[in-house]
């Protein structure tokens, strides 16, 4: 209960704030107009039309009228209204007109805090000397009600806690995300771009960058085949017809590209992969003896997003799904679920993830028929997810009315180094596609049945995932993904030739590795590599060319003491293998 109480108040008292700097804008800029300005989970927001755009420097100016605000310990006083009376006493303010006029209450409740009111439902608290420690943390544009074809207004982003130091516990986390934000990473550590002129949202991976995504992909492919899964390729465009049949025309056309013409026809290029693995599936008649079938495709797949909405990798166009669809006759799948859910949690361990929040996605008992199968399919599908779950001790959130049309689902989250939760894996059924696309197999009874289908992403999209990655081990990747695992550096040119054999040898191990031969001081050479996150660094002089040996600097920081190649190698190949995190 106390934690509840405790964001209660914190609730009230972001909200509190966002008045409060409602109330300094408006000082700053007295035919301010004014959207809205709630509580969100680490903060507040409040949208505004400004005369002019503002900047870092007017933040300051904004915090430093707020404390005089709470230092003055200004009363909230609620006062209920009229609707008639709300519309007139906010008639110079077009936004609290759309909201009131979107109100059926014809009582309006407003609050008003030193010299400002505002539209509001409350509560606050009592005084604004309740507010304890806040910070601005900025500047950025919102649609007003989030419409593109709206006015942009002004957001300005802060944060309140309860003790300076919860604050600045808070913003030293911040530093902490922003120092691992992907898009800064990608960018120093030369792994991908994106190009603005070129399309938004489609991402260029760079040579570095395409090592980690081969290495990746190659250890994929590996784990599935191991799997018992069979990998399939399939085109990137299909006739309208096909997705007419799968209802993507239907139920998804908003996220989908405008058609091309062909021969007169209309072709779409694919937001997803299963209608072309049904196509193969029907190819021939299926017989109960061919099941369960297990395809996998790392299928690139394009989707329509706001271009508001992009965000580095994490928020794409064009993206690579590793989608699998399992194809099973109904007796089989609660095996195959607790199949996938090992194949899953295997895979996401390879990389080094231990945490996981684990959601079912159900559907709203109270609106059965608007989803597709029957009752009977629903209570299997659902058993199924739970019995894997319960059986792998995995603690799950049941999440009813989360559940798509067309099944229910188990959604993986991951936690990263900073214990945020990013959503990965899905294990989708669907009765919706089968029906549509009349999928059959003939059982032992000589019969047609239908199939059950599963739908399986582990990493959910190549790039996304990718972005992922860089944020947890903020681009300093274990050895077996490092897209350089080692750099040798020769102290004064003499060394040069040695460095070279060392790097040649270390090739022919199969280890990624550079030679920083340049008329740079051995410093600064250590610091470009450190820079460049590279694990190991070996150091090669007058010594290491004599005694046939490598000084090792580590990543972090830490020297080893002078050894033999062979050892070295030994060390750097148990490391790669065993893909610890580990040096």
Same mark, same amino acid.
């Given at each position: 209960m ?55 420097d ?44 979107d109100l ?22 009592d ?9 601005? /943390?900025s ?121 091309? $013409? ?30 369960p ?8 797949v ?19 799904? $590793? ?18 859910? $090992?194949?899953?949690?295997?895979? /996401? ?13 159900v ?5 059965p ?18 019995k ?26 991951i ?7 990013w959503?990965c894996?899905?294990?989708q ?32 999209? /190549? ?61 600064h050479k ?42 070295f190698? $030994? ?13």
């Amino acid at each position: 209960m106390h934690h509840e109480e405790n964001a209660n108040l914190l609730e009230t008292m972001r909200h509190s704030a966002s008045h409060v700097m409602a109330e300094a804008v408006l000082s700053m800029f007295p035919d301010a107009k004014f959207g809205i300005g709630p509580a969100t989970k680490d903060g507040f927001y409040y949208d505004f039309e400004l005369p002019r755009s503002l900047t870092p420097d007017d933040l300051g100016i904004i915090e430093k009228k707020m404390k005089e605000s709470i230092k003055a310990k200004a009363a909230f006083i609620k006062e209920d209204i009229s609707k008639e009376d709300a519309l007139r006493l906010f008639e110079s303010q077009p936004y609290k007109i759309d909201l009131i006029n979107d109100l059926e209450d014809e009582t309006i409740s407003i609050y008003k805090q030193g010299s400002f009111t505002d539209l509001c439902r409350g509560p606050h608290m009592d005084t604004t000397k309740g507010i304890r420690a806040f910070k601005l /943390l900025s500047i950025a544009g919102a649609y007003w009600r989030g419409d593109e074809n709206r006015p942009m207004l002004q957001r300005i982003y802060g944060t309140a806690f309860e003790s300076k130091d919860d604050l600045n516990e808070y913003l030293r986390k911040l530093e902490e995300i922003e120092a691992r934000d992907h898009r800064k990473l990608t960018k120093q550590l030369d792994l991908i771009s994106f190009h603005e002129e070129a399309g938004a949202g489609l991402a260029y991976w760079h040579p570095k960058g395409g090592r980690m995504r081969v290495l990746i992909e190659d250890y994929w492919r590996k784990l599935h085949y191991d799997g018992g899964y069979e990998i399939v390729f399939t085109p990137h465009i299909g006739r309208a017809h096909l997705w007419e049949t799968s209802g993507h025309l239907d139920f998804y056309k908003d996220g989908m590209y405008s058609p091309m $013409d062909i021969d007169g026809q209309d072709y779409y290029v694919k937001p997803m992969n299963c209608p072309f693995h049904i196509m193969i599936y029907k190819t021939k008649l299926r017989s109960y003896r061919e099941l369960p079938l297990r395809w996998a495709e790392l299928g690139t797949v394009y989707r329509y997003e706001r271009s508001g909405t992009l965000h580095g990798l994490l928020r794409v166009r064009g993206f690579t799904q $590793d989608d699998a669809h399992i194809i099973c006759k109904p007796d089989q799948i609660d095996d195959e679920i607790l199949r996938v859910l $090992d194949f899953s949690l295997n895979m /996401l361990r390879g990389f080094g993830f231990e945490k996981f929040k684990v959601e079912l996605s159900v559907r709203d008992p109270r609106t059965p028929d608007k989803y597709a199968g029957s009752d009977s399919m629903w209570q299997q599908s659902e058993a199924s997810l739970v019995k894997a779950l319960e059986s792998r001790d995995l603690p799950y959130e049941r999440m009813e009315g989360e559940a798509v049309f067309y099944g229910p689902k188990i959604d993986t989250k991951i936690k990263d180094a900073l214990g945020r939760s990013w959503q990965c894996s899905t294990i989708q059924f669907d009765f919706n596609l089968p029906e549509r696309f009349d999928m059959s197999y003939i059982g032992e009874d000589g019969k047609e049945h239908r199939p059950y289908m599963v739908h399986r992403a582990l990493l959910g999209s /190549l790039e996304r995932f990718f972005g992922v990655l860089v944020e947890h081990y903020a681009g300093a990747f274990p050895v077996w993904l490092a897209p350089v695992q080692a750099v040798v550096i020769p102290i004064a040119d003499r060394h040069v030739e040695y460095a070279q054999q060392v790097a040649n040898d270390l090739r022919k191990d199969d280890i990624r590795v550079e030679t920083d031969d340049s008329n740079e001081r051995m410093n600064h050479k250590i610091r470009e590599a450190q820079i460049a996150k590279v694990p190991y660094m070996l150091i090669v002089g007058d010594a290491e060319v004599g005694e046939n040996t490598v000084s090792i600097r580590l990543r972090n920081g830490e020297n080893l003491k002078g050894q033999s190649l062979e050892v070295f190698k $030994d060390r750097i190949k148990s490391v790669i293998i065993s893909k610890t995190t580990s040096m």
